[in-house]
Every structure is written in structure tokens, then in C-alpha cells.
């Protein structure tokens, strides 16, 4: 066991393995790692998925397939830093396919209920440049958007 770093556990009411091969297929740098099963003295059924590890996008992550005692809630989400438009429109259109859900600000929910943020680079620091008229422009727009369009974004900062 190593003591160094942390991995995110995704609950989830058994679906685990689905869902670690779709973020694995959404994201680069991923894969698939150990699989664990549940045993005769499990709580889920013997020889049934327990628990995938995986990596997404270079981060490790857990797929529990724990039941549906929980569920995710907006309260925790993931920050997705893209270079460009073009990664912007792929993380927002792969994560809200085959039933997710769009929401307001560049925030979503894919199919299985996880919040994410697809935030285009450099947006923080526009909504906290020091001069008060280009951040509130540029958040301004950013609240009337859905997917962020970092043209728009753009305009809006430099008062177009």
C-alpha cells in the first residue's frame, strides 16, 4: 500500500465498470487498472463487480459499485482546464451524450449524475482581473452561457 497520494471513489449502484471504460474512452492519458470482484462474503453477489481502479485524464480514480444508498450531488464536481474551443466542445459534448445533462456556467452532469466543470484556460484570471469592469463583463457573459464559448468570453473581456 502507498502512503503518498489520494484517488477519488465514485459510488455507484452497479454500474462501476460501465462507467470506467466511458471515462477512460472521454478522456487522454486513461485506462483500466485492477478489477475486484465480491467474494462469498461480500455484500453485492459473489464473482460480481466490487470495484474497478482507474485513471482519467491522468488522475486515479476508484468505481465502487457500492448500491443505492448514495448518489452524487452538485456539491462536489470536476474542474476540466481546456487549451482551446475544440476541447471545450469535446468534454461538454462526450459528457452530456447519451443522457446528460447541460446546465448553466460551463457546469454539467454526465449520464451517471457526476458534475463537471469544462472551463476554457485563462477564464479564471479574466473573472479576477483587478480592473472591475473586464471581470464583471466577462462574468456577465460567462452566466449566460451553458458550453463556454471562449470567443465570446474573449469579447466580452476586452469590452467588444
Known amino acids: 500500500m502507498t502512503t503518498d497520494g489520494f484517488t477519488t471513489c465514485l459510488w455507484f449502484d452497479g454500474q462501476a465498470e460501465e462507467a470506467a471504460h466511458y471515462y477512460v474512452s472521454v478522456f487522454k492519458n486513461s485506462g483500466i487498472g485492477r478489477i475486484g470482484r465480491y467474494t462469498e462474503g461480500g455484500p453485492g453477489q459473489a464473482g460480481s463487480v466490487m ?25 462536489i464536481s470536476f474542474q476540466i482546464f481546456c487549451a482551446d474551443q475544440e476541447e471545450v466542445d469535446h468534454y461538454w459534448n462526450r459528457l ?21 466543470q469544462v472551463i476554457p484556460d485563462g477564464l479564471i484570471d479574466m473573472i479576477g482581473d483587478p480592473d472591475p469592469a473586464k471581470a464583471a463583463r466577462t462574468t456577465s457573459a460567462m452566466m449566460s452561457m451553458g458550453k463556454l464559448d471562449i470567443a465570446a468570453l474573449k469579447k466580452a473581456y476586452e469590452g467588444e
Open 51 to 75: 470495484a474497478v481502479e482507474f485513471t482519467a485524464g491522468g488522475q486515479k480514480f476508484t468505481a465502487l459499485n457500492g448500491g443505492p444508498q448514495f448518489t452524487f450531488s452538485e456539491a
Open 96 to 116: 452530456t451524450e447519451d443522457g446528460g445533462e447541460p446546465g448553466p456556467c460551463g457546469w454539467l452532469k454526465d449520464k451517471y449524475g457526476v458534475s463537471w
